[in-house]
């Protein structure tokens, strides 16, 4: 009697634990849907193994707890490389909370509003929106931080936050990858100046390279165009994978990485294309001035390198993309006498000098007013291009998907909102300010999309929910002695890496049912406890090396001279047909250690 008494304690006490197996791992997930790879099958897989639950409206998800608990593993990986210091003289860094709501007034000031690409928040009747939903937060945390930073001995400043962001997306890919909400990591840096704001930027591309590293799977970091955010210098983060949006040119010598749109390179095949010519016409910004530009049809026209080449500011890129026929119109109708008017002919440097040019539009024009500027490099960079870095490489495209960006914004948000310092000469002077996000659920989205099998997912033990499932025959139960090693077994865990640790020991599942949930789950190791092998304890491995140091370690102190565990090598699938798992046999005694070398590598 007494016994049995015990016993229902200890088994109350293990199902309250919070690792104890929970209804959302759903041992009935649709396996098809990865299967059939691709598309927004990643989606569908997170959603039927219980990690998001999608909503009907496009573009929004929740997180259950599995997602809950890898979306925070990301976190915390972001949180610890930001926290600690690489060097004594790092700039301080500081974590903060901001509101997602943000009068519209603030983004007025700095030209992001109105902004068809923000969810704005309208009481009831009122037309005009006063507040959004924000997308990210320059606007904000630079309001913010107008009070803390009055004179130059209160800079520099890093803050940093994680918090839901949101964007209107017209045609939301759905899911995790491009949705309406977002879980994001953005910081933002203050400075007395250009020099320290770019020193930070150097210190926080060392953080990003830790971080990204953390998470284990292959990243490429591109050079950017800073696009919509502006500023001088930005640097991308990505994961080469086919169903990105993005397209990154590559170096195949040197590995330099640039962003399609920023990349520069020495163009082949300079003076050789003859045929067929392209011209786009478009106009300076007081109008009186036609531009032609010259330029092989096989190529695209980089508006940026067109800029470039035409020495400035002054040509109106929105007649860039205007039809050539409506530029011309518009040419003669501002210009009263063309025989006075300008013109100014871009010529790619690809072009042959004798290449068949499309006939010249206008009858009447003064030779006297033509000018040409030639030999210049006015399309986007082409497979097999030489890289501009080395000189000797050739560039070759990847598409990718874009998880991180780090941007030096100078004074292009703290001007407008009047973010001003006292300096050392009791003079007012404009902070210069940095930013540098992470999209965690796009994190979690891409390794979920790099890292599956047809089995499921394949997390790296990193930011894997659990690094480790414990499971066990559904009789399990009727063998109290066994349950409570069990219970000894998570309690005398002194690593106090239990919390990592899934136990299910539910009745009504078969054992191969668990094990196979765990292996489509993505749980790295999974640790499988019966009566017949006790006191050892099988190990399935799930998780893809990124490393092999266990050997070394196996060799040392495995096969009894330390540790009384056995590795087995490939064997077949307890329960996955056609499927072969790395399998250990490890004491019960040892398995902490165990797997503490086994998780490494994984
Ligand atoms: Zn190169």
Redesign the pocket.
Known sequence: MRSLKTTAIKLSYISSKRSYCHQFINPNFDSKATKSGGGNNTNDLLTNLGYIYQLPTAGLLHYLPLGLRTVKKIGDIIRKNLNNSIDANEFPVNEVSLSSISPTSLWVKTGRYPNDEVFTLNKNGDKNAKFLLVPTCEEEITAMMKPYLKSYKNLPQIVYQISRKYRYEKRPRGGILRGREFLMKDAYSFHVNERDALKCFDMMKSKYDLIFQAFKIPYVSAWADSGEIGGDRSMEYHYLHEIGEDKLMI?D??G?ASNIEKCQSTPVGKGQFKDPVEVTWCLNKEGDTLIGIYYPGTHELDPRRVVEAYGGEDLDLDTINMPNEKVLLKYQRENEDIMLASMVRLMDCRLHPRSNLPDFPLSKYSKFQFVTIDEVDLCFSKVGDV?E??G??HLRMEKSIEVGHIFYLGDKYSKPLDLKYVSKDNAQEVVKMGCYGIGLSRVLGSIAELTKDDIGLRWPSTIAPYTVSFVTPPNIHDDTSLLREIEHLKNNNSTNTSDDWLFDLRKDISLGKKINTSHAAGIPICCIIGRKSWPYIELEIRGKRYSNTWEKAYEMEGNGSKFDWVSKGEKASTNSKNRTFEKHLVHKDDLNSVLAILLKDL
């Open positions: 170096c010598e040197c330099i890289c870095h080395c000797t490489g």
